[in-house]
């Protein structure tokens, strides 16, 4: 994985910390050039830079994370396969003549257990995105995840989602091959698999789209994932019917890890390295793994019959509602 | 031979005093002005015919209960969980409280929200019967439409009963986030039992059937029908149109144009519906010699 460029995309709150860091850069090259002792100046900063980057990523607002998530730098469902696997084998197409490449699936080992892995795939540039589909996938893109789940379930392999989407790709094509039906199938079909499921948010969750590889034993998110019915701007445009309104729609829709913990809606946080996971990818990448393990431990010890069982009770309990007697 | 297509036949050719009058009877809702041709019916019998323009075949919007008359057979209903009404769990405000929403709704309409539940006969056929309501806040499913959903799919799926679902919603509801999303795997969790029972489900797709309920129950039937010229669709015209740039097809995203791609087994008018309904379901009741044993399912016991 690449280390980035932070200064190249950089977001509006992620500014003041840039400034100081490239003040603190500027110091210890002029202590190094006059080998003047700034060792002091230079720790101050440091402290500085870290309570300000803490205050930074503690308080961010829904809207905020939605920039995090969307951050052109995040790391894709690729980059943490690769990371987190012992081998990887991509494998390709629907079998009704078509190959997404906005949602990508393969083979696996992670920790030596063989497993299928599949997600919502981004692009890196604006060419790739394009290629891409900036992630969003067509009704062939969900028949060739059912046909990996199934491949999964067959083999007796445990299957690990990765959601990272705007929505479901919304053209006259998707809907004429069936946008809808391809989801509503995978819906239906993952309530049947004798394996286990984990789904990980790992950026942005758009809707149905990210719903159709979503139903899972266990759903975990990344701590500035966001998973929303619509998307912010979608729902600004529609309820308050002003598009500007987006980052009070944010705020309002419940978007956010914490909020969804809350509604018990997902089962896990995991936490990302200070400056969210693009900064250093690595790391997200080992706590992904880490959870992934203890997760799929668990899960493993369960009969297909209880696992089906339980997941379904895990959605059936999902929604809010009074009770009248 | 139709006096009644004599009738309105005249009718076009009236005075303008006498139209004056008919726009007073029509706010009196004693005609109806048919949305598609303009055309006038006497409302009584534009009732008899289902909501259908004896003139131009135009299928006007059915309430609940209006559908409920017409499908299941006379003093054979009784509604399932009628017990749970929505709450406002995200204390939604747009530029108006979900909570003076909902009352607003509910006074309005006299429904608790947008799905009506419960079992009666079709026919003589048992059957479990979700009949949504576009009136209430366009049909959209929160909560309470996933939650009445399912304990009818459940007790359908303990009873032995085939499923109906007459479909009309603009999708998820917005006001309670997640929460809506989430209904669509719920139903969709629960047709999995249903189905794994070898049990008859049958979704009909009514206008407008878009969004979440397309991307979920409304595409799960073993047998799908739809009334005519629906919207049928899982996006928006809009958003389609803002990311294409471009005119969307002739009869994009219709009954018609699902039927030619191969989405839809069969458009049914409304007044042939009931009778369609009876004829599949009698034609599916199971030669059980002639099939493996069921796959062992969880039976999950309906909430009551
Ligand atoms: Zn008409």
Not at chain 1, 34 to 58: G, H, P, T
Not at chain 1, 131 to 156: E, Q, S, T, V, W
Not at chain 1, 191 to 213: K, M, Q, Y
Not at chain 2, 114 to 127: H, I, K, N, R, S
Request: hydrophobic share 40%; with cysteine.
């Amino acid at each position: 994985m690449p280390k980035t460029e932070r200064r190249n995309f950089l977001l509006d709150f992620e500014k003041p910390l840039c400034e100081l860091e490239a003040r603190l850069d500027q110091i210890r090259q002029l202590a190094a050039e006059n080998q003047v002792d700034f060792s002091e100046e230079i720790a101050q900063l440091e402290a500085r830079a870290n309570k300000l980057r803490r205050e930074i990523f503690s308080s961010l607002t829904p809207a905020q994370r939605l920039q995090l998530a969307r951050h052109p730098r995040r790391p894709s469902t690729l980059d943490y396969i690769q990371a987190i696997t012992d081998e990887w084998l991509e494998l390709h197409g629907d079998r009704s003549g078509y190959d997404d490449p906005a949602l990508v699936g393969g083979v696996a080992r992670i920790n030596g257990r063989p497993v299928v892995m599949m997600g919502h795939q981004k692009g890196r540039d604006t060419k790739d995105n394009v290629a891409r589909n900036f992630g969003m996938a067509a009704p062939g893109g969900y028949r060739k995840a059912i046909r990996l789940m199934k491949h999964a379930d067959h083999f007796g392999m445990p299957i690990l989602s990765f959601i990272d989407t705007p929505g479901a790709w919304a053209g006259v094509e998707a809907e004429k091959l069936g946008q809808g039906e391809a989801i509503a199938y995978n819906l239906r079909e993952m309530f049947s698999f004798d394996v286990p499921i984990i789904c990980t948010v790992i950026g942005e969750g758009g809707s149905g789209g990210a719903l159709g590889i979503g139903v899972a034993d266990r759903l975990l998110m990344f701590e500035h994932s966001v998973y929303t019915v619509a998307s912010p701007e979608a729902c600004a445009a529609i309820l308050w019917k002003d598009a500007k309104k987006s980052e009070q729609a944010a705020m309002a829709l419940k978007i956010t890890a914490t909020d969804l913990k809350k509604l018990g809606l997902i089962d896990e946080i995991l936490p990302e390295p200070a400056s969210g996971a693009h900064s250093e990818p690595l790391e997200a990448a080992a706590t992904l793994k880490q959870a992934l393990w203890n997760n799929l431990e668990e899960l493993s010890s369960m009969s297909p019959q209880k696992l089906k069982e339980l997941r379904y009770s895990k959605f059936r309990q999902m929604g809010i509602f009074q009770q009248v007697t | 031979m139709s006096t009644l297509f004599d009738w309105f036949a005249n009718l076009r050719k009236t005075e303008p005093a006498i139209q004056k009058q008919q726009e007073r009877e029509i706010a009196d809702g004693l005609w109806s002005k048919c949305q598609a041709c303009g055309s006038l019916s006497y409302t009584k019998d534009l009732k008899a015919n289902q909501l259908v323009c004896p003139d131009c075949g135009h299928h006007a919007r059915v309430d609940s209960d209006e559908r409920i008359a017409q499908l299941i057979d006379p003093n054979t209903w009784k509604a399932i969980a009628t017990d749970i009404q929505p709450t406002d769990p995200l204390e939604f405000r747009d530029r108006k409280a979900y909570r003076d929403r909902l009352k607003d709704y509910q006074s309005k309409t006299g429904l608790t929200d947008a799905v009506v539940a419960g079992t009666g006969l079709l026919d003589g056929l048992p059957v479990a019967l979700g009949v949504m309501d576009f009136r209430f806040m366009g049909g959209s499913m929160g909560s309470v439409v996933g939650e009445r959903l399912c304990r009818l799919i459940e007790h359908a799926t303990s009873e032995k009963l085939p499923v109906i679902i007459i479909c009309a919603s603009g999708g998820a509801r917005m006001q309670e986030g997640m929460l809506s999303l989430m209904q669509m795997a719920k139903i969709s969790g629960a047709l999995h039992h249903h189905q794994a029972n070898r049990l008859l489900y049958i979704p009909v797709l009514t206008h407008p059937t878009t969004g979440g309920v397309t991307a979920s129950f409304a595409m799960l039937g073993d047998i799908i029908l739809a009334e005519p010229k629906a919207t049928i669709g899982f996006a928006g015209r809009r958003v389609i149109e803002q990311t294409l740039r471009e005119k969307l097809p002739e009869g994009f995203q219709t009954s018609e144009y699902l039927l030619q791609h191969g989405f839809v087994d069969e458009i049914v008018p409304r007044t042939q519906l009931k009778k369609t309904l009876a004829q599949l379901i009698s034609m599916h009741q199971p030669f059980h010699h002639l099939m493996s044993p069921l796959k062992m399912e969880t039976v999950v016991e309906p909430e009551q």
